[in-house]
């Protein structure tokens, strides 16, 4: 069993950065893929980004298009933590942010069923 907790979301302007944290207890996400999504109001959960638990060819993470270039997902396995850096954020990322694991050396997984364990959510707000 793992437990995900998220933080980091706030308001921020268009243009602006922000950091999201998800922390894990109770198991390490060392043997966990790791992937964050978003939901915007009245829209679907979407797939953000994902990162493996070891490269293939030497690539470990996988974007959406529409945060390609713009945000950075990476963990820390001593700290226990992923994190997801988001930087020229759009008013069109205004949603609440979360987290999921699954404990998997496979992937890139990019479809909410596919993953075992989720946080709460954090929101993240951009101003025009």
């Known amino acids: 069993q793992v437990q995900l907790v998220e933080s980091g979301g706030g308001l921020v302007q268009a243009g602006g950065s922000l950091r999201l944290s998800c922390a894990a207890s109770g198991r390490t996400v060392s043997t966990y893929a790791m992937g964050w999504f978003r939901q915007a109001p009245g829209k679907e959960r979407e797939f953000v980004a994902f990162v493996a638990v070891i490269s293939w060819s030497g690539r470990s993470t996988y974007y959406a298009d529409s945060v390609k270039g713009r945000f950075t997902i990476s963990r820390d396995n001593a700290q226990n933590t992923v994190y997801l850096q988001m930087n020229s954020l759009k008013p069109e990322d205004t949603a609440v942010y979360y987290c999921?694991?699954?404990?998997?050396?496979?992937?890139?997984?990019?479809?909410?069923?596919?993953?075992?364990?989720w946080g709460q959510g954090t929101q993240v707000t951009v101003s025009s």
């Open positions: 999921a694991a699954v404990r998997s050396r496979g992937g890139p997984y990019y479809r909410e069923r596919e993953y075992d364990y």
